[in-house]
């Protein structure tokens, strides 16, 4: 068996291609404007000539939207016109030659984080969020990726935390998304900090509240205790080992885990909560080593 993966991160801008090892580190990565309206077969043929120098084992796609498993193609997505009903697995594999697995893009992120971040610990059960633009997430339910009866599983963003809450993206009142997205963040950010920074950034936001601005760590405190309330209705129904946050806005760390820890202390049930590892790994294209490894898992 090759040794390495190739994991490729497909979002709507960019897309980024990385030669994985098996312990999750990335050995050679790069990345390539995405060129949606160019269409899946074009994107496909321009991926594959460049991992082609390469040598693996397996291929893993992470793509945002809804995905099919089996075929390998996208159900429905949200910025990608025009890409549902491509086979990626078939058009991958029949140009590189190995198998090809595809996957939804937080689900693969959560993958690799557990991986990775948490060792694979055999059996655990994590719920993973992706804190970034959009909130995401995934579940792997006693050491397997849960992927739910379509591959819809994990979709906690839209969770709802207030009937009559800010307007979310999606259309709705009150969703997590509409509270711990980059929007929300820099939203709260505007209303609550006196002296703003330039270019104004969850990452600025971040920096502030750190070196003491009390607005910006009133935006975090918001943020976490957010996420938390979320989190807690998710720890009561799933009991799970650990949560992993992962994606941009996790480089908040502790700012964003001390509230999360706050609201867990403060349930009035705390068994469920007592084992509960929380973890916010060190930023890495967990997308591309997700997907990667993910692929190597399924290849068998
Ligand atoms: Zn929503």
């Known amino acids: 068996m090759k040794k390495y993966s190739v994991g490729i991160d497909v979002g709507g801008t960019f897309t ?8 999750g580190s990335v050995i050679q990565s790069l990345q390539i404007p995405t060129e949606p309206s160019k269409g899946p077969a074009h994107f496909t043929r321009r991926a594959a000539a460049i991992v082609k120098a390469w040598n693996f084992g397996s291929v893993g796609l992470g793509l945002a939207g809804g995905v099919d498993a089996k075929t390998g193609s996208l159900l429905f997505v ?25 996957e939804n893009d937080a689900n693969a992120a959560v993958w690799g984080g557990y991986v990775v971040a948490l060792k694979k610990q055999p059996h ?24 739910g009866a379509s591959g819809y599983a994990g979709e906690l963003g839209h969770l709802t935390l207030e009937l009559d809450g800010p307007r979310c993206r999606c259309g709705r009142r009150g969703c997590l998304e509409a509270y711990a997205g980059t929007h929300a963040i820099l939203r709260a950010a505007k209303a609550r900090m006196r002296r703003l920074p330039s270019p104004l950034t969850p990452k600025a936001v971040a920096a502030a509240a750190l070196s003491g ?10 943020v976490g205790t957010r996420l938390g309330q979320g989190l807690a209705g998710l720890v009561l129904v799933l009991n799970p080992d650990a949560i992993l946050l992962l994606g941009g806005v996790a480089r908040a760390g502790r700012l964003v885990l001390d509230p999360i820890r706050r609201v867990f202390a403060a349930q009035p049930f705390r068994e469920p909560f007592k084992q509960v590892v929380l973890s916010a790994p060190a930023q890495r294209d ?15």
């Open 286 to 300: 967990w997308g591309v080593v997700g997907a990667a490894l993910l692929s190597r898992e399924r290849r068998g």
């Open 124 to 147: 655990a059960t994590v719920i993973g969020v992706t804190l970034g633009t959009g909130v995401g997430g995934g579940l792997v339910i006693e050491g397997r990726l849960h992927r």
């Open 213 to 222: 601005d009390r607005g910006a760590r009133a935006v975090w405190d918001e």
């Open 16 to 23: 980024k291609l990385g030669l994985v090892a098996p312990d």
């Open 78 to 102: 949200p910025n990608l016109r025009g890409w549902t009903g491509f086979s990626f697995k078939k058009a991958f594999s029949k140009s590189l030659g190995v198998p090809v697995t595809v």
